[in-house]
């Protein structure tokens, strides 16, 4: 069965330093990838997303992910965190060979700390 | 373009009752799809319309329901409620279903 692991469920940062969410899933083919983030009572915005290509892709707010296939693995990376990026990060995973649906992990939590 | 809009935002509902959440996806998605988001469980798969048709389904009790109308919008309803059903619920759209998923601000539910 398809699965999305996030395997830290909170992480501390200080402001200026560098940041690394750790994502893994389990899908039998290249999924397409996702990182949404979520503010407090707030829906999820798009990060970034992979279906194919640069294994490198560029997102917004200074983000960017790395696909790694022999790793299943898509961690999101800030060189710089800022205060506002506080918030909630969730991976997810999008199945086009198994009914287009989209499985998410259970988050990881950011705080910063000044 | 307008993003996804749910109505209500925000909901106070007792056991027993039934609720009807309604979400608009962006101009142009026909695929919509719905998420219970609760501390506990995180994001769960509810369900996905396309073109008016259920097309995926979660694992969710019979209790939960939806639809999609002509014009892409679609309703959400959940019948007898349980203190377990408060949560947020999210919708998102997209153009097919497969590609990145627009989220609206979700609908906040309490079951007194």
């Known amino acids: 069965a398809q699965s999305v692991t996030q395997p830290d469920i909170h992480i501390t940062v200080s402001e200026g330093a560098s940041l690394e969410l750790r994502c893994n899933y389990s899908y039998g083919a290249t999924p397409y990838l996702f990182w949404y983030v979520q503010s407090p009572g707030q829906g999820l915005q798009l990060l970034l997303k992979y279906f194919s290509g640069d294994t490198l892709v560029q997102g917004i707010k200074g983000f960017e992910a790395e696909f790694k296939r022999s790793q299943s693995s898509f961690n999101l990376r800030k060189p710089s965190v800022h205060w506002s990026d506080a918030a909630e990060y969730f991976c997810a995973v999008g199945t086009p060979n198994t009914g287009n649906q989209f499985y998410f992990g259970t988050g990881t939590s950011l705080t910063v700390i000044p | 373009k307008a993003g996804v809009t749910q109505t209500p935002r925000y909901l106070i509902k007792t056991r027993g009752q039934q609720v009807t959440l309604s979400c608009s996806p962006i101009s142009g998605h026909r695929s919509v799809s719905w998420y219970q988001q609760t501390p506990g469980q995180g994001l769960q798969f509810l369900f996905e319309?396309?073109?008016?048709?259920?097309?995926n389904k979660g694992n969710f009790p019979g209790r939960f329901s939806g639809r999609q109308f002509s014009n892409s919008r679609s309703e959400m309803n959940v019948s007898t409620l349980e203190l377990g059903d408060s949560a947020l619920y999210l919708c998102?759209?997209?153009?097919?279903?497969?590609?990145?998923?627009?989220f609206g601000p979700g609908t906040r539910l309490l079951v007194l």
């Open positions: 998102a759209s997209s153009n097919t279903g497969l590609e990145t998923q627009y």
């Open positions: 319309y396309f073109s008016e048709t259920q097309r």
